[in-house]
Nanobody
Framework: QVQLVESGGGSVQAGGSLRLSCAVSGSIWGLIAMGWYRQAPGKQRELVAI???????NYADSVKGRFTISRDNAKNTVSLQMNTLKPEDTAVYYC????????????????WGQGTQVTVSS
């Protein structure tokens, strides 16, 4: 089965940087996209960055220019480089993979990592 395992979270001062990694294992067929989401306390989970199967990327306006999503094929990982972190970036960050699935009524299935805490202090 597909498994996503995140790492790299931690605490950092405002203006600092962190790099999150998501290790993907298991058979992957019909990959649509991979991305990073985050959920701050009391807030809805939101998309941070996404990379399509073809390699195109999209970012939330709040992180554009500061965060970069990338794929390391050699290590089978998807990473999120986070620079110039702000206190409002504090959240649990989740790795997501969306794959096509003919058994699903929606035509796809989402896989999620366990989440990793990112805390940015002032």
């Amino acid at each position: 089965q597909v498994q996503l395992v995140e790492s790299g979270g931690g605490s950092v001062q405002a203006g600092g940087s962190l790099r999150l990694s998501c290790a993907v294992s298991g058979s992957i067929w019909g990959l649509i996209a991979m991305g990073w989401y985050r959920q701050a306390p009391g807030k809805q989970r939101e998309l941070v960055a996404i990379m399509s199967h073809a390699g195109s990327t999209n970012y939330a306006d709040s992180v554009k220019g500061r965060f970069t999503i990338s794929r390391d094929n050699a290590k089978n990982t998807v990473s999120l480089q986070m620079n110039t972190l702000k206190p409002e970036d504090t959240a649990v960050y989740y790795c997501n993979m969306r794959s096509s699935n003919i058994r699903s009524s929606s035509g796809y299935v989402d896989y999620w990592g366990q989440g990793t805490q990112v805390t940015v202090s002032s």
